[in-house]
């Protein structure tokens, strides 16, 4: 029995290209296992937020203060302000700037929503850069 091996140029050649088609295809099974991972990744705990220890900064202009009070009113200054009558008063005490920061306090038992609702309020008003005021730490009201 005789078997001949042929050393002459066969029909197919090396390639010398990568697939890339099975690289893309593991890439987008990745990227939607994590699109549906990453919000299963957060967690809901009651939290109680700790006094701040932090230096105050300095102040150049007059202090916008707005506070949410316990029963859900809001003080502008030391002057009651209606929800709809907001925007116009926070105009008025801004001189019109509405780059000016506005100081929000909240009472600590104003639900975390109704202080998501002044601040979606604000944002409407065209006031973007308000901050948070806490107590320091050691120290009582």
């Known amino acids: 029995m005789a078997l001949r091996v042929s050393e002459a140029d066969d029909d197919l050649a090396e390639m010398h290209e990568i697939n890339v088609t099975p690289f893309i295809d593991v890439m987008l099974v990745l990227l939607i296992i994590f699109m549906i991972a990453a919000p299963l990744a957060t967690v809901n705990l009651p939290v109680q937020l700790p006094a701040v220890d932090a230096a105050r900064s300095p102040q150049t202009d007059k202090p916008l203060t707005l506070t949410l009070n316990a029963d859900l009113s809001l003080t502008l200054g030391e002057t009651p302000v209606a929800r709809d009558a907001l925007g116009p008063a926070l105009a008025q005490s801004a001189e019109g700037r509405s780059d000016r ?15 998501m609702n002044v601040m ?17 730490s050691g120290k009582t009201p």
Not at 101 to 115: A, C
Not at 120 to 132: E, I, M
């Open 120 to 136: 979606n309020l604000l944002r409407t008003a065209g006031f973007l850069d308000v901050a948070l005021v806490g107590l320091e």
């Open 101 to 115: 920061r506005i100081y929000l306090r909240s009472d600590k038992t104003v639900p975390y929503g109704e202080l």
